[in-house]
């Protein structure tokens, strides 16, 4: 004869089912997160290099503050709070005034003010 298939006791199967969901969850709040991050690049907003997350209070502050329309860079600078003041301010500026400057060079091959941050070689040789 068969013997019956094992069904683990209902306090097991509970157990089980909270890991799952609890998985789940991390799972789905790692992916919104990431969201998040990408469409903040691809806007050339590269807030992970001074802020470790985007779940900290400065960061949800910077974001509140480009949803209301703020655009200047040094004011959103000044929305950092804590340890991450200290980031801000290491982080280097564009030589150049222009924001094309500091376009990616798959967007822009030459800046619109004229001046270039890195000297390309003439092409062909």
Not at 23 to 43: G, I, V
Not at 68 to 76: C, I, N, S, T, W
Request: charged share 30%; hydrophobic share 40%; net charge positive.
């Amino acid at each position: 004869m068969l013997r019956p298939s094992f069904v683990s006791p209902a306090e097991i199967r509970q157990l089980r089912a909270c890991t799952r969901l609890r998985t789940d969850l991390t799972r789905e709040r790692t992916r919104h997160w990431q969201r998040l991050e990408k469409l903040l690049e691809d806007a050339l907003l590269k807030v992970s290099a001074v802020a470790s997350t985007l779940d900290t209070k400065s960061v949800r502050a910077m974001l509140e503050a480009l949803i209301a329309g703020e655009r200047d860079p040094k004011v959103l600078a000044g929305l950092a709070r804590g340890r991450m003041k200290a980031s801000v301010l290491a982080v280097p500026r564009s030589p150049c005034p222009s924001r094309a400057c500091a376009a990616p060079r798959r967007l822009s091959p030459v800046p619109a003010c004229g001046r270039s941050s890195r000297v390309l070689p003439k092409w062909p040789p």
